[in-house]
Structures are given as C-alpha cells and as structure tokens.
C-alpha cells in the first residue's frame, strides 16, 4: 500500500522568508501527486498537482512544488510567504486504477506558523 | 456553482444515537469519497463509490455504511454513534482519475 510522509509535524518561518515543506511518498509506480492547503475550520483547497511531464509544477498563491524521482518527494515551495499562509498543509498521492477510485492517501499534515 | 456541499455542517451526537451525513455534488462526477480527519492523523479514506448504485471499503469502514442511490448523493451513514467517531468528516467527487474536489467539512461530536 502507498503511503505519505510528511516530516515535519510544524514549521515556524518568519514572514518574507522562503519556505520548504517536505513530502516522501513510498509507491510502486509514480503516483499523481497533490498538495492541499487546509486554513483553521475550513475545507481543503488544491494548491497543486503532479500528473506527468515538467517535473517543477506552479501552483496558486505563489506556491510551486518539484517531483524528483529518484527522492520519491514532492516538496513544497514558496520564495517569500506571507502571514494569511499560515494553515495546514497536506501531501496526497492518488492512483489511477482506471477510474481514480483508489482515492487519496494523505500525509498527516505540517502545520505552518509564520512569525511577525 | 456550488462545488461539493456537505449537510449538516456541525452536530452533537449522543453515544448510540445513529444519524446520516449527506453530501451532494452538482459537478457530474462519477467518484465520490468519505474521509474522516483526526488531529495528527491528515485524512482518511472511510468509503467510496465509482459510480450510481456501487460502495466499497476504504482504510477505515468499520462502523459506517453509505449508500449511492443518485449519482449526485453520497450518504455516509453512522448506526451507533461512538466517541471514537469524534471528527471532521469531509466529502469528495471526481470525475476520473485521482484529483478530487472537497466539501467543507461536517465536524461530529459524539459525547
């Protein structure tokens, strides 16, 4: 079964700092790769995704994310952040079985503390 | 365009009582899904369905059944309601492959 570490359980950056979040995921094959952003009660928006092709994919809010092969990553990136990034933020991996009805398989969340 | 809509948003349950979450999606999309988010756990895949009239068993399916009647409706049902069912419950839809949309979230609270 495919599984997905993130790391690092919080981060604290302070504001205008670059940011890096890391996602491992362990599959047999090269999954789709996803990365959503959760802010405090509220649902899960995509802030990107990994299909196939660039390997350096740009999401919303400024945010990009690199798919290295040979790591099994899919690191999150942001050159300069900002107080609102403050939130959760997960890593997924999905399969397409032929029908995307595997679902996703979740890391367990970094929590993002941006200092004043 | 409403997206995924999950109802109700909120509820406080007593240990035992039973109730239905719904979640409906105007979008067409043949997959819908059920996880469950718990701290320091992201999220979990409780059911799913490829389609109208088909369910199956994700990660964690014990003490919940569901049932896919409409292909718009995906209803996640709990029979006996217990504390260790305390969470967020999200819904999700898509039309193929694995990039799915998410509701916003019915947060449950059995005491």
């Known amino acids: 079964a495919q599984s997905v570490t993130q790391p690092d359980i919080h981060i604290t950056v302070s504001e205008g700092a670059s940011l890096e979040l890391r996602c491992n995921y362990s599959y047999g094959a090269t999954p789709y790769l996803f990365w959503y952003v959760q802010s405090p009660g509220q649902g899960l928006q995509l802030l990107l995704k990994y299909f196939s092709g660039d390997t350096l994919v740009q999401g919303i809010k400024g945010f990009e994310a690199e798919f290295k092969r040979s790591q099994s990553s899919f690191n999150l990136r942001k050159p300069s952040v900002h107080w609102s990034d403050a939130a959760e933020y997960f890593c997924a991996v999905g399969f397409d079985s032929g029908g995307g009805a595997d679902g996703l398989t979740f890391g367990k969340g970094t929590h993002l503390i941006i200092q004043p | 365009n409403a997206g995924v809509t999950q109802t109700p948003k909120f509820r406080v349950l007593k240990t035992g009582q039973s109730m239905t979450l719904l979640c409906a999606q105007d979008m067409n999309h043949e997959y819908m899904y059920w996880y469950r988010q718990d701290p320091g756990m992201g999220l979990r895949l409780i059911h799913y369905?490829?389609?109208?009239?088909?369910?199956a068993k994700g990660e964690v399916p014990d003490g919940y059944n569901v049932s896919r009647l409409k292909k718009q409706n995906f209803l996640l049902g709990l029979e006996s309601a217990a504390p260790s069912q305390t969470s967020v419950y999200f819904c999700?839809?898509?039309?193929?492959?694995?990039?799915?949309?998410f509701g916003q979230g019915t947060r449950l609270t059995v005491v």
């Open positions: 999700a839809s898509s039309y193929s492959g694995p990039l799915a949309f």
């Open positions: 369905s490829v389609g109208e009239g088909t369910t």
